[in-house]
């Protein structure tokens, strides 16, 4: 799978008269709306992704493995399971997320690190992830705006990119005859429901969209071309948040029944080998 090509056309951000932009299931939706937008499917609410045609049928089938309808089942699983984590950034995010709990506030670069050898983990290898992290989110608070991407607001897991894939890979789905808008839509709920709690708003959602996909495709490494490369959807998430273009986000409530808890769920476990 690559991010290039045509994955990387860029899109005006629309919606489709044909189906709502206000209720529950746009709601659902546009958990997919950097993803969708980023890409020729179409409008950000129509779950039947018009937009992809033959052409788009044979790359999606090439560059994502889904050739029949088990494959693109398989793949939703994949990105709402697996969720292209990696263990080590797992661990040092969530030491950083225990650390703003007992701080009160974002904790520094250097408080982060010291944490995290405190814990058992390398303070060396750890420099790098913790230095792109800072650098993601004041590239996107600066593209985004610091009202939307307020200082407070920091990177506690880059879960949304796989999530927001998903959601976007449920619409494909009905655009290469794998099911209908009824099963999409189901799956798409149960995205919803699973991502809620991990988040506090769709500016967290799309901070750790972002953080996602260029982490992902750096492969942790972050040189001065990267973020370029990689965080190109930062106008789509600036208008997806902009109530004057009419943004989604903007109109939207984030519609999380659960609190988030950003405290990591048991001890850090670096000295495990």
């Known amino acids: 799978m690559s991010t290039t090509g045509w994955f990387a056309r860029p899109q005006r951000l629309a919606a489709s008269e044909l189906f709502s932009t ?32 033959v052409d788009e049928k044979a790359l999606l089938a090439e560059q994502w ?51 995290i050898a405190a814990e058992g983990g390398d303070e060396h290898d750890a420099r790098p992830f913790a230095r792109g992290i800072e650098h993601i989110e004041r590239e996107v608070r600066k593209r985004v705006g610091k009202e939307v991407v307020t200082p ?15 959601a976007a890979m449920s619409t494909w789905g009905v655009a290469l005859g794998h099911a209908d808008v009824a099963e999409a839509r189901r799956i798409i709920h149960r995205i ?21 996909r260029v982490m992902h495709w750096s492969d942790g490494t972050l040189d001065e071309d990267s973020f370029e490369k990689y965080g190109d959807v930062c106008a789509d998430f600036a208008a997806a948040t902009s109530a004057k273009r009419h943004g989604p986000w903007a109109t939207l ?21």
Request: net charge neutral; proline share 5%; no cysteine.
């Open 152 to 166: 407070d607001l920091y990177v506690r897991t880059l879960d949304a990119y796989a999530l927001g894939q998903a």
């Open 22 to 53: 206000t209720d529950t299931e746009a709601n659902e939706i546009a958990l997919g709306l950097l993803q969708i937008s980023s890409l020729p499917s179409g409008a950000w609410n129509d779950p039947t992704a018009p937009g992809v045609g």
């Open 65 to 115: 493995g889904i050739h029949d309808r088990a494959d693109w089942l398989g793949m939703i699983e994949h990105l709402t399971t697996v969720r292209r984590r990696r263990r080590a950034w797992m661990l040092h995010l969530s030491v950083r997320n225990d650390l703003h709990t007992a701080l009160g506030r974002v904790p520094t670069a250097n408080e982060w690190l010291a944490a």
């Open 253 to 273: 409530p984030w519609q999380s029944s659960i609190a988030v808890d950003q405290r990591s769920p048991r001890r850090h476990q670096y000295r495990i080998g």
């Open 192 to 212: 919803s429901v699973d991502a809620r709690p991990s988040f506090v708003s769709w500016a967290d959602f799309g901070l750790s969209y972002i953080a996602g």
